[in-house]
């Protein structure tokens, strides 16, 4: 069984996968540049993640995440974005000192807690009541905000989610992904039952089931 990540393990794989947005690896100096530490400092734990199978990692080559490490990171920076999104958007925090709030407490948030932080936005865009419940008070004012799913969308479209419709594992897993309220997404090809999305610079392949609880507006 791999052992959990340390904050500064997750620290280094959600650098290497800032870096890598619109490429496919990243280089030692680099990540030291964006970590602020020596290059020295970096190789032990490239090391440390390569062992655990989260990344591919030759001395003095390119750095690249596997399939593995790329969810691992993925997860990192979701929570981060959500982190972001609650100092900087509601509490009105500057977005630097957001950051580094959000730096801080990542490592700490619990699936539970990145939950409900999701859920605490998906209310700001679309009525999240049950419909069994009465409605609640912005009912007519999420009514009329234009939303789909993103099944439901061309190929090439761009849209910004507002609520991921699932619970248990399949949520949890699309909120790992960094499928999360306000992110902007571009779906960019359909194979069969899969289909291709953009988002950050990063691409992802979606199941029918995933796509389906994605709701999207324009």
Known sequence: MTPPLTPSLEDYLETIYLLQKGKNEARVRDIATARGVKASSVSP?????SEMGLLAYV?????????????????VYAKHILLFQFFHDIL???AEKAREEACGLEHALSDDGMDRFARFFESRTLCTTDSNDPPCALCTMHENIPHTTLDQIQDGSCVTVA??????????????MG?????????????KDKILIEIEHHELTLSLEQIKAIVVTF
């Open 45 to 49: 734990a490239l090391k440390r993640l």
């Open 59 to 75: 001395q003095r080559e390119s750095i690249q995440l596997t399939e593995e490490g790329k969810i691992a990171a993925r997860r």
């Open 92 to 94: 009105g925090m500057d």
């Open 163 to 176: 609520q991921i419709r699932a619970s248990g594992p399949t949520r949890q897993a699309i909120l790992d």
């Open 179 to 191: 499928i999360l309220p306000n992110v902007t997404l571009t779906r960019r090809a359909t194979n």
